[in-house]
């Protein structure tokens, strides 16, 4: 080989090495695939109206839903109006978390600013609605 001026090193072509890269993608794969979160919404199912700009606060706030047929409802228990109170008073007592209020379109208006007093006198510094996003 030396004869033509090529040296025993030339015979390779160069070429690039696949296997880091390949080590590289898979590692990306599992660390974006064990960090992603699957997020259930707790509560009755219901049918929120659409809003322009809305936050998502569910995972650490308290869940008050106003069904249809306007049965009020925290992590599928029927309170009623005389038990949000105490709920609200009790969750805040351990940590201070918002309020969101999960109203069905059909539902009543007035009930659900009725919930939003009863939530404000159990001490409750944020209520908010919740809205499809």
Aim: include cysteine.
């Amino acid at each position: 080989m030396k004869r033509f001026g090529l040296r025993e090193s030339d015979g390779d072509e160069g070429g690039v090495d696949m296997s880091p890269l390949i080590d590289c993608v898979f590692i990306l794969l599992i660390f974006f695939i064990v960090t992603t979160v699957f997020v259930e919404e707790k509560g009755v199912e219901v049918d929120k109206p659409q809003a322009a700009a809305s936050a998502s606060d569910e995972n650490n706030s308290i869940l008050i839903a106003i069904t249809e047929d306007g049965r009020i409802l925290h992590e599928q228990t029927n309170l009623g109006l005389s038990g949000i109170q105490s709920l609200v008073r009790r969750k805040i007592r351990q940590e201070d978390v918002p309020v969101i209020i999960q109203s069905d379109k059909n539902s009543n208006a007035g009930l659900m600013v009725r919930v939003i007093d009863e939530a404000k006198l159990g001490g409750a510094t944020k209520v908010s609605i919740g809205t499809i996003n």
